[in-house]
């Protein structure tokens, strides 16, 4: 499915990512089979993905040019307490 | 025994034959990392005030260079940079660019070594940038930073293992708090004395050309991940698979084993789960991210940036105006007079041409200063990629990307700030777009004189003919910025935006006051140069008589050089309908600055700048009379025309000064001569179709 059609809060992976320089992309984070969380709407269409520690921000045009599918098998990887903030 | 890990040849900085951009014998120290990491505040915190920002050789990339003092093994002062954000040695950006041709010596020398930040929270990119300094061969000492943010999360990586599998010195620093800085001062002074090459993946070649580092991406992403594997420190809670592949976010492959783990962020009992709130900047963004929300928040931000240009500023600069032109003009005029010079041309340029320009700098300053400490601020706070989110949308529309809007915000306050807040565009071709699109945002300079205009020609409507100068303002910075991007900007698209988001912190004052303060001074030393020579030049043209039997420095405006280069020029405002030299000598002292306008129109009359709260005055009567006479009846038209004429040419003289600066000379001198050519075209336009009406 489409990021912007995906669920938040659900454990996904990532199956395709079809905007930007490949290896920039990979060099942030996205890399195809790589496991993240929406988590919120960001803006006007665009989506907050969690990634581990990493909270990586797109816009609607990145949105819709990544896939992604349910894994169903993995436990949501939830951030720790912010203790400092 | 020798070290396998020391490059050969002498050691760095004790060369006098190296000499270089750091003075003869200087070491020159490269602080490198990913966007984000912790480089300026570091920078300052060991710099101080003891820096310059000037642009990186043959860019418009600011690279700030400070004076550091190495406590320890031989005190060396060595030169610190501080480079560009970058995600690799694979430039996507002007930025990067920049990094890549500093470490590689390009330009200059390469540097000595290289302070590489390693971001403890989020390791997997900084240590993809490692692997690609490793190949470098520089010697290089890690900081790692944001161990705090980690420690709170339950994660972070252990300085001793991560020494030991890069083999260079590794130090936990905070560059907030300052602590960890007393190692890295022992740490660089090792390695000064002792260089130590960073490992990276075996077999790696020694080529780094961007073709080798694309080719060996996959490697490198084994290599990091394998090295979080053996550093991560991971709590029981967050459990080993989970925290490793977290950790490896954009790494390679998942982990194929348990990985022994180095320490316990956490000491829960067994059996139980800890519950964990929600982190302060995921609750924060749910508010600052909404369209609604969000964009409220954004608009609050962008009008208190606004207010800073303006209400903010204006007392302060009002007061640095008034020392300059009052106590200082008296002390100066009371030397000279001792001296025997007073009452003469000296005086009259000491304190007409030069001081005046002095005091124009001066009162800049604090405005300058201001705006760069509150883009310091948001920046620092993390809000800044935040509001880039927010507003990337409309700003798409023309091409901009989100952060521009700040910058067009404040041009309506001033252009001289909103140029300093370009600084915010990640892209030197969106910079240059934007700043040649600020001098078509109103300032309140302008607005000075469009309600006088408007009160003057169109009594009874003028607060509707202002609303239709700032409604033209908009449309000609839309319509520009459409122009110069499918014309010279067609390079510059939106790109899809995908940024990481840093988490929000309390700004350090004290850090952002020095990083304004050195940014001020570099305002005040290149365009302050500017302003002072091209103030002198304007007093010598009003000071030296062409009619008239007048000494020098004592002629009336008519009868000076100055009167005399406006009569010559009005012919060609003709078309325009406002081709007498009282308007055009109002145009050539706009061009010094805008709130002087009126005061120049009031002196060519010679009479009295009205009172603003006045219905009628001299001046208003004269500048009817001249419209009238110069447009054959159509001075409504001509008035119309001289505003959008006031408008669209080059708003100030301290903003072509800060745009030479930025942008350069070639680059401001050319922007100067189109924004003229534009407003001639759109004035005898707006004249020529008023008559018809």
Known sequence: MRLTEAPFGVPLRLTAVGVGDPLRMRELGLRVGCALEVTQRAGFGGRVLALGPTRIALDHVSCAALDVEPDAGRPSPRLCAEVSA | ?693
């Open chain 2, 1 to 693: 025994m020798s070290c396998p890990h020391c490059p050969a040849g002498p050691t760095p900085g004790t060369d006098p034959g190296a000499g270089g951009a750091g003075g003869v014998g200087q070491a020159v120290l490269a602080l490198v990392g990913t966007p984000n990491v912790g480089k300026s505040t570091l920078f300052a915190a060991l710099t101080g005030v003891r820096a310059t920002v000037r642009n990186a050789p043959g860019t418009t990339v600011d690279l700030a260079a400070g004076s550091w003092q190495v406590r320890g093994a031989g005190s060396p002062r060595v030169q610190l940079l501080d480079l560009p954000g970058t995600y690799s040695l694979v430039p996507r950006s002007p930025d990067e660019q920049v990094t890549r041709d500093a470490v590689a010596g390009t330009h200059r020398r390469p540097p000595d070594a290289i302070v590489l930040l390693v971001d403890a929270h989020e390791p997997a990119r900084s240590l993809y940038l490692a692997a690609h300094v490793a190949r470098t061969g520089l010697p290089v000492v890690v900081a790692l930073t944001l161990a705090d943010v980690a420690r709170s999360r339950g994660a972070g990586i252990d300085p001793a293992a991560l020494e030991a599998v890069l083999q260079v010195p590794v130090v936990e620093l905070n560059p907030r708090t300052g602590s960890g800085v007393p190692a890295l001062h022992r740490a660089v002074g090792l390695v000064l004395t002792r260089p130590r090459t960073l490992v990276g993946p075996a077999g790696a070649e020694a080529d780094w050309s961007p073709e080798a580092l694309t080719t060996s991406a996959d490697a490198i992403f084994d290599w990091v991940h394998a090295v979080i594997e053996a550093t991560a420190i991971l709590d029981a809670e967050s459990g080993v698979e989970s925290g490793v592949e977290s950790a490896t976010a954009g790494g390679g492959r998942p982990a194929s084993r348990t990985p022994a783990r180095r320490g316990r962020a956490n000491d829960a009992p067994a059996g139980t789960r800890p519950v964990r709130a929600t982190p302060l900047t995921e609750r924060l963004d749910r508010v600052l991210l909404h369209p609604l929300w969000g964009s409220l928040v954004a608009l609050g931000v962008l009008w208190g940036l606004f207010s800073v240009a303006t209400a903010v500023a204006a007392p302060l600069m009002a007061w640095a105006d008034a020392l300059f032109s009052g106590p200082v003009a008296v002390a100066i005029s009371t030397v000279l007079g001792w001296a025997g010079w007073g009452g003469g041309w000296l005086e009259s340029l000491l304190v007409g041409g030069l001081l005046v320009g002095v005091a124009t700098v001066a009162s800049f300053a604090p405005l300058m200063g201001l705006m760069f400490l509150a883009i310091a601020v948001l920046d620092d706070s993390g809000y800044l990629a935040r509001v880039t989110l927010i507003t990337d949308r409309a700003m798409r529309r023309l091409g901009l990307d989100g952060r521009a809007v700040l910058a067009l915000v404040v041009g309506f306050g001033c252009n001289v700030p909103a140029l300093a807040a370009t600084k915010t565009l990640p892209d030197r071709r969106q910079r240059l777009l934007v700043g040649l699109l600020i001098p078509y945002t109103s300032c309140a300079a302008r607005l000075t004189v469009f309600v006088l205009l408007a009160t003057v020609f169109f009594p009874g409507h003028a607060t509707l003919v202002v609303l239709v100068m700032y409604a033209a303002s908009v449309a000609l910075v839309v319509v520009a910025g459409l122009v110069l991007r499918a014309t010279l900007f067609r390079d510059v698209h939106a790109d899809p935006l995908v940024i990481v988001l840093p988490t929000y912190q309390r700004p350090r004052l004290r850090s952002l006051l020095g990083a304004a303060w050195v940014r001020t001074w570099g305002f005040v030393t290149g365009a302050g140069t500017i302003i002072v020579a091209t103030l002198v030049v304007v007093w010598a043209l009003l000071a030296i008589p062409v009619h008239g039997d007048h000494p020098l420095g004592d002629v009336p405006v008519q009868d000076s050089v100055y009167g005399a280069t406006a009569q010559a020029l009005a012919p060609a405002f003709a078309p325009a309908g406002f081709g007498d030299w009282h308007a055009t000598s109002a145009l050539m002292t706009g061009f010094v600055a805008k709130e002087v306008v009126i005061g120049g129109l009031a002196q060519s009359y010679a009479v009295a700048e009205p009172d603003p709260e006045a219905t009628s005055s001299a001046l208003g009567e004269n500048l009817l009379a001249t419209f009238d006479r110069s447009s054959g009846g159509h001075g409504q038209a001509a008035a119309a025309a001289f505003m959008v004429f006031i408008l669209a040419y080059t708003p100030c003289l301290a903003t072509v000064a800060e745009q030479a600066r930025m942008l350069g000379r070639r680059t401001t001198a050319l922007a100067v001569l189109a924004q003229v050519a534009v407003a001639w075209v759109l004035a005898v336009a707006v004249f020529q179709v008023g008559t018809l009406l």
